[in-house]
């Protein structure tokens, strides 16, 4: 018996032990492998010779860093208010039980089933001025129709977040249904009785209850909108130009392209810092919330 008490005691431990193994040496291991070459003097192969802060220097020198931190901007900001706007949205709708709710939600999750590869791919297509849709109004007769977007070094960045909407909102709406689908009918028949318009339902009671489904779409948003790099090669390349340079694409231009792996292993460590500082208070406060 103590010997059978024992398997059943580490075998889930044997079982996982693998999976842990690989975890520890192919994400954290790389981790710290590419925190020592932020440091390094390597350029096309990696190095070890240390030269301390240098490599962080020069990349907030670079004027291709302050154009990638600027697009991430406007691209995350776009990105985690639109999606949210648009699932909340569709999510109070869905959640009035309006006739056809169970075509309409895979209709609006569907995007989220295709790789941002796809996504970029079909989207490229769709904006392109010879085959896309400003040829296709013209060829209606509307010949005075324009939209260039893609082409525009000043508004390519907004095909990007078009792009990350059209995949990720229906995403945001199931997250905030979930959280509309658990909230206790009799706090809403209370306040329905007690008079509150359903402008001030949503308000003041609904809304204000859905804190941890907004904190989930804003952490599960940022973290997708930082380490963008996919939908940005397949929609744009980073064109025209630098127009839609983001971090994960100057890392990966820094390291394979130009050679100098010092310098793009350090803007992943900052891209790592950020993501860092948006899941770690997200977890803390769930913990919290768990222990209280």
Same mark, same amino acid.
């Given at each position: 018996?103590?010997?059978?008490?024992?398997?059943?005691?580490?075998?889930?431990?044997?079982?996982?032990?693998?999976? /842990?193994?690989?975890?520890?040496?192919?994400?954290?291991?790389? @981790?710290?492998?590419?925190?020592?070459?932020?440091?390094?003097?390597?350029?096309?192969?990696?190095?070890?010779?240390? /030269?301390?802060?240098?490599?962080? &220097?020069?990349?907030?020198?670079?004027?291709?860093?302050?154009?990638?931190?600027?697009?991430?901007?406007?691209?995350? @900001?776009?990105?985690?208010?639109?999606?949210?706007?648009?699932?909340?949205?569709? %999510?109070?709708?869905?959640?009035?039980?309006?006739?056809? +709710?169970?075509?309409? =939600?895979?209709?609006?999750?569907?995007?989220?089933?295709?790789?941002?590869? /796809?996504?970029?791919?079909?989207?490229?297509?769709?904006?392109?001025?010879?085959?896309?849709?400003?040829?296709?109004?013209?060829?209606?007769?509307?010949?005075?129709?324009?939209?260039?977007?893609? *082409?525009?070094?000043?508004?390519?960045?907004?095909?990007?977040?078009?792009?990350?909407?059209?995949?990720?909102?229906?995403?945001?709406?199931?997250?905030?249904?979930? #959280?509309?689908?658990?909230?206790?009918? +009799?706090?809403?028949?209370? %306040?329905?009785?007690?008079?509150?318009?359903?402008?001030?339902?949503?308000?003041?009671?609904?809304?204000?209850?859905?804190?941890?489904?907004?904190?989930?779409?804003?952490? /599960?948003?940022?973290?997708? %909108?930082?380490?963008?790099?996919?939908?940005?090669?397949?929609?744009?390349?980073?064109?025209?130009? =630098?127009?839609?340079?983001?971090?994960?694409?100057?890392?990966?231009?820094?390291?394979?392209? =130009?050679?100098?792996? #010092?310098?793009?292993?350090?803007?992943?460590?900052?891209?790592?810092?950020?993501? %860092?500082? @948006?899941?770690?208070?997200?977890?803390?406060?769930?913990? *919290? &919330?768990?222990?209280?």
């Amino acid at each position: 018996m103590p010997y059978r008490a024992k398997l059943q005691d580490w075998l889930p431990r044997l079982v996982l032990s693998p999976s /842990v193994a690989l975890i520890a040496i192919f994400v954290y291991g790389f @981790i710290l492998y590419t925190s020592y070459l932020s440091f390094s003097d390597s350029r096309m192969l990696p190095s070890y010779g240390l /030269v301390g802060f240098a490599n962080y &220097e020069r990349l907030f020198g670079l004027r291709h860093w302050e154009t990638a931190l600027t697009n991430l901007a406007i691209f995350g @900001i776009l990105y985690i208010v639109i999606c949210t706007v648009i699932g909340l949205t569709l %999510a109070i709708l869905l959640d009035r039980k309006i006739r056809g +709710e169970g075509i309409l =939600r895979p209709i609006y999750l569907y995007p989220m089933a295709l790789s941002f590869i /796809v996504t970029g791919t079909a989207w490229k297509w769709f904006l392109d001025p010879g085959i896309g849709l400003e040829n296709v109004v013209q060829t209606w007769g509307w010949t005075d129709f324009s939209f260039r977007w893609i *082409k525009d070094r000043d508004m390519a960045i907004y095909t990007v977040v078009i792009a990350a909407v059209w995949q990720s909102s229906g995403f945001v709406m199931a997250m905030f249904l979930a #959280g509309l689908r658990g909230i206790d009918g +009799e706090i809403m028949r209370a %306040a329905q009785i007690d008079g509150a318009s359903n402008f001030n339902l949503y308000r003041r009671i609904i809304i204000p209850m859905l804190r941890p489904a907004f904190l989930s779409a804003f952490v /599960v948003l940022a973290h997708l %909108a930082i380490k963008s790099y996919d939908l940005v090669i397949a929609l744009t390349n980073g064109g025209p130009g =630098r127009a839609t340079e983001l971090p994960a694409t100057f890392m990966y231009s820094y390291t394979f392209s =130009r050679n100098q792996m #010092g310098v793009g292993a350090s803007s992943a460590i900052i891209m790592l810092i950020m993501i %860092a500082s @948006i899941i770690v208070p997200y977890l803390y406060s769930e913990l *919290k &919330e768990k222990k209280a």
